[in-house]
């Protein structure tokens, strides 16, 4: 095409034409679609009428400075890419294989940052933070050790004027980030580096989010999800096994996916993993149908490999599971199985989420759930008390009839 400008609003037109023309795959037409859809309402929200192919590399560095999954990264990185090779006229598009972004670095200048960077280490290694969780830190306190930079500040005259500087910025009052100088804060004040406690102008700016329930399906609906999983053949059996590990065992899908050779003690039948989320060790039962259904596998399905992973791609290159895929596998048998998930989370770790739900309904205690899912408190495992409707009747307490003579005391009625 010559003219590579076009309106926002024939944004997902284009994108089917990119799509027809580069003969891609119908399970990548969905995924293209749902990507090119966001950035059309991203576009459409900032008031740009008219799009070029540098608009759409604009919001790729946008969303590499946002906290998306990598699923999520997936369906809109590449789909960004087809259209605009289609609008600069290439004739053909390969979607990259595997497609890495390497984190970026962050400065931590002056007194302020060298401090920052010590409190992420001591509370990383105190609350086993996550990798994600980590750099959500770095991305706050660099800015924030930047800023006073600019401003010629240090640890000894820091004071609220630069507090409110900071979250004076719409990009900065987002409530996780303001948590996260508010832990900082107190860290400099309870380690007196600083003699004001200035995380007090903090307190109350960050809230708790909503709590949002588990979705959970029903035994037979997981049943059928097992069932539908074909077992003739190499994916089928991977699947299946991977499946199995999150429906039968509760483990999250990042373990899953990062599951080694190395883990899998055949003779006392254990798997000891270090959970990738809170960086704890957890040691789960091998019971027979998840043991024969990954020993399977490896013996038919995986191909021959000197990676580490457990689970790895059926086509060359032969390379790791990403949590992208491992989604589309669930919802995959989902569909196959007829099981119903409008409205509710239909991923791997809504597997999870069911057998935590199936565990409470048998009467297993709590702390013995907490362990099996490998939560560090049961406070984590609560959450999912909120799905099991027959355990909270139970809690309820009969309603006392009050009698009309307390309503009508002196005479008189409330509100009359």
């Known amino acids: 095409m010559e003219n590579t400008i076009i309106p926002t609003d024939s944004l997902i037109e284009v994108c089917e034409k990119a799509v027809e023309t580069f003969q891609l795959a119908t399970d990548v037409k969905s995924r293209f679609m749902r990507g090119i859809r966001v950035l059309s309402r991203h576009l459409q929200q900032d008031g740009v009428l008219n799009y070029k192919p540098e608009e759409g590399e604009r919001y790729i560095v946008e969303i590499f400075e946002q906290n998306l999954s990598k699923y999520r990264k997936m369906q809109i990185i590449p789909a960004i890419r087809a259209v605009n090779a289609y609008l600069n006229g290439e004739a053909t598009y390969t979607i990259p294989k595997a497609q890495r972004y390497v984190h970026k670095s962050y400065r931590f200048p002056g007194d302020i940052g060298t401090v920052a960077e010590q409190f992420i280490n001591e509370r990383?290694?105190?609350?086993?933070?996550s990798l994600n969780t980590v750099r959500q830190y770095k991305r706050v306190l660099s800015k924030f050790a930047v800023l006073m930079e600019l401003r010629h500040r240090t640890l000894w005259d820091l004071s609220e004027a630069d507090i409110v500087a900071f979250i004076g910025s719409t990009h900065n009052s987002d409530f996780d980030r303001l948590?996260?100088?508010?832990?900082?804060?107190?860290?400099?004040?309870?380690?007196?580096?600083?003699t004001t406690d200035l995380s007090h102008p903090l307190i109350g700016k960050s809230r708790r989010r909503p709590t949002k329930l588990p979705?959970?399906?029903e035994a037979h609906e997981i049943a059928s999800i097992e069932n539908a999983i074909c077992k003739s053949g190499k994916k089928g059996l991977r699947d299946y096994a991977m499946i199995l590990l999150a429906s039968r065992l509760g483990l999250r899908s990042s373990d899953i996916l990062d599951l080694k050779l190395s883990d899998i003690d055949w003779d006392a039948n254990v798997l000891r993993i270090m959970q990738h989320k809170t960086r704890a060790p957890i040691e789960l039962p091998l019971i027979p149908i998840v043991g024969n259904a990954i020993a399977s596998y490896l013996r038919y399905g995986r191909p021959k490999s000197t990676l580490k992973n457990v689970f790895l791609t059926c086509n060359f290159p032969v390379r790791p599971l990403m949590e992208g895929t491992f989604r589309e596998i669930v919802v995959e048998y989902m569909r196959r199985a007829g099981v119903g998930y409008d409205g509710k989370h239909h991923g791997p770790h809504s597997l999870r989420h069911s057998l935590a739900s199936r565990m409470l309904k048998n009467g297993?205690?709590?702390p013995v759930i907490s362990e099996a899912l490998g939560h560090q408190s049961t406070d984590t495992t609560m959450s999912y008390l909120a799905i099991d409707n027959e355990s909270l009747l139970l809690c309820a307490n009969d309603v006392v009839l009050v009698k009309e003579s307390f309503y009508t005391q002196k005479d008189k009625y409330f509100y009359g």
């Open 215 to 217: 979705s959970y399906y």
């Open 364 to 366: 297993v205690a709590m």
């Open 124 to 129: 990383t290694d105190e609350k086993h933070l």
């Open 179 to 194: 948590s996260i100088l508010r832990f900082f804060m107190s860290y400099l004040y309870d380690n007196k580096i600083t």
